[in-house]
């Protein structure tokens, strides 16, 4: 019997994740995504104890179904991630493995997250980290692309996926550069299980970021993705626009640490600026290359609805696909 191990682990129904962004996936685009069948991530990133408390009861009024808190467990947050959790019983508890955290200390705290009944998926870019991850007790690895928005990766989907699946026995999603039913039926002919979607649900009509934002990666054509911020070793993605070019200006032209230094200060906030604010171009419009496919402004249920019927069409043209 076919099993689609994402689904099982995760307690969903369709396999898919919507990619956690800080300040962006909140509690109306999380519970929206769970309801429909697919899992809801909050982005914690950037948010206190206190907000991440709130973020969690104001999806947990919206939506019945699991959906999942993402941290960056740095070492001083770990206590109180921990605290999070057994407060709130998450049933889900999404990260990314830090460099910077010693592994018996992560996995005392992923220990506990398990005694409180959560299921736990790590996110990583490398066979290494999956390993890295799997050894720590997640239940699921997202493994994540350079194509994909938010902080560059080093190696491809295509490369990357079919590599994490032979390495790991937990159940993988795919992500980065993902956007349609073609994109997802190529993660699974990968070995992945299921999709991660951070660009396509940029903008979902329940994304509470602003209309300038969203028009601006709708507008994006090929091209127009930049890498920016090499210089600080945690280059990010965004369309290209007025603060790009002051950031390569900057990299081209200083020395690497005083290039660091002054990107700090320009990007500084940059990504709230575009996202909260509107200014698409003094701010960051982060987002994947695969913005071009991504066309209009419609609610999550249909972009997932979308996803899901363009899969099956692929599918069955591939079954019947002539190869001599
Ligand atoms: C604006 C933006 C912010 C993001 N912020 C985070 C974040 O805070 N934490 C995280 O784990 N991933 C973050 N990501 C990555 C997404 O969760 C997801 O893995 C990625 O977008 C998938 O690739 P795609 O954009 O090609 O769909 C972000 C992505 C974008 C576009």
């Known amino acids: 019997v076919a099993r689609n191990r994402v689904c099982e682990v995760l307690g969903i129904e369709r396999p898919i994740i919507l990619g956690p962004m800080a300040w962006i996936t909140t509690a109306s685009l999380v519970a929206e995504v769970s309801d429909r ?41 770990l206590d109180s991630i921990t605290t999070i959790v057994e407060e709130q019983r998450p049933a889900v508890v999404y990260g990314v493995v830090v460099p910077a955290v010693n592994p018996e200390l992560m996995k005392r705290h992923v220990v506990r997250w398990k005694e409180c009944g959560a299921r736990v998926v790590i996110k990583v870019a490398t066979v290494e980290r999956a390993l890295a991850a799997e050894r720590l007790g997640a239940d699921a690895v997202v493994a994540k692309g350079w194509e994909g928005g938010g902080h560059v990766t080093p190696e491809a989907t295509t490369c990357l996926v079919p590599q994490v699946v032979d390495a790991v026995s937990v159940p993988v999603a795919a992500a980065g550069g993902i956007a349609d039913g073609r994109g997802m039926a190529a993660a699974i002919a990968l070995g992945a299980e299921g999709i991660e979607l951070g660009t396509a649900f940029l903008v979902a009509e329940e994304t509470a970021i602003h209309p ?61 600026k575009a996202m909260l604010e509107g200014d698409v171009e003094g701010g960051a419009v982060m987002a994947g290359q695969i913005a071009p496919l991504v066309k209009s402004i419609r609610p999550a249920r249909e972009i997932m609805d979308a996803v899901i019927a363009e899969y099956g069409e692929v599918v069955s043209r591939l079954s019947s696909f002539p190869i001599s």
Do not use: Y
Request: charged residues 25%.
């Open 212 to 272: 300038n934002a969203k028009q601006a990666v709708v507008e994006a054509t090929d091209m127009r993705n930049v890498i920016t911020g090499s210089c600080t070793g945690a280059p990010c993605r965004q369309i290209a626009n007025r603060l790009s070019d002051e950031l390569a200006e900057i990299e081209a032209t200083c020395l690497r640490a005083e290039a660091a230094e002054r990107l700090q200060t320009v990007a500084v906030q940059s990504l709230r």
């Open 37 to 77: 069948g697919g899992l809801g991530v909050l982005g914690a990133g950037f948010m206190s104890s206190d907000e991440v408390m709130r973020e969690i009861a104001a999806t947990q009024k919206l939506t019945q179904k699991h959906f999942e808190v993402e941290f960056s467990p740095m070492p001083d947050m």
